[in-house]
C-alpha cells in the first residue's frame, strides 16, 4: 500500500511539474520594454499605446529609462502635430540628457524633411 501511495504521489509531482504555466498577458510596459521588437501604428494600437498613455509612460520618472525611451519612440511612430510637440518639450525640458537626445534623434527619424 505504502509503495502505490508513493507511486501515486510521484506521478501527481511529475504531472504538476510538467503542466504548462498559464500564458502571462502581455502588457502595455511589456511592449515598450522589450528589446527588437519594433514599434509600429498596429503595435501600439494592440496594447492601447495611444498619445496620452505614451506620455504617461514618458512622463513617469519611476520607469526605467529604456521604457520611457520607447515611449518617445511610440510618439514619433503616432506621427501628429501634438505627438511632435510634446517630442519637442522632451527635447528642451526633460531631466534626463539620455532622454533630450533621443528627443532630437526621434524628431530626425519622424519629422525630417529631406
Same mark, same amino acid.
Given at each position: 500500500?505504502?509503495?502505490?501511495?508513493? $507511486?501515486?504521489?510521484?506521478?501527481?509531482? #511529475?504531472?504538476?511539474?510538467?503542466?504548462?504555466?498559464?500564458?502571462?498577458?502581455?502588457?502595455?510596459?511589456?511592449?515598450?520594454?522589450?528589446?527588437?521588437?519594433?514599434?509600429?501604428?498596429?503595435?501600439?494600437?494592440?496594447?492601447? #499605446?495611444?498619445?496620452?498613455?505614451?506620455?504617461? =509612460?514618458?512622463?513617469?520618472?519611476?520607469?526605467?529609462?529604456?521604457?520611457?525611451?520607447?515611449?518617445?519612440?511610440?510618439?514619433?511612430? #503616432?506621427? $501628429?502635430?501634438?505627438?511632435?510637440?510634446?517630442?519637442?518639450?522632451?527635447?528642451r525640458?526633460?531631466?534626463?540628457?539620455?532622454?533630450?537626445?533621443?528627443?532630437?534623434?526621434? #524628431?530626425a527619424?519622424?519629422?525630417?524633411? =529631406?
Amino acid at each position: 500500500m505504502r509503495a502505490a501511495l508513493s $507511486t501515486l504521489l510521484s506521478v501527481l509531482l #511529475l504531472g504538476l511539474a510538467a503542466a504548462p504555466a498559464p500564458a502571462a498577458k502581455l502588457t502595455a510596459k511589456h511592449l515598450l520594454a522589450a528589446v527588437d521588437v519594433p514599434l509600429s501604428p498596429a503595435l501600439l494600437e494592440r496594447y492601447g #499605446l495611444d498619445q496620452p498613455a505614451l506620455e504617461r =509612460f514618458l512622463d513617469d520618472g519611476k520607469q526605467r529609462r529604456y521604457v520611457r525611451l520607447r515611449a518617445l519612440n511610440g510618439l514619433g511612430v #503616432l506621427g $501628429t502635430h501634438s505627438a511632435r510637440d510634446r517630442v519637442i518639450e522632451a527635447l528642451r525640458s526633460d531631466a534626463d540628457e539620455v532622454v533630450r537626445a533621443e528627443a532630437a534623434v526621434v #524628431l530626425a527619424r519622424a519629422w525630417a524633411q =529631406f
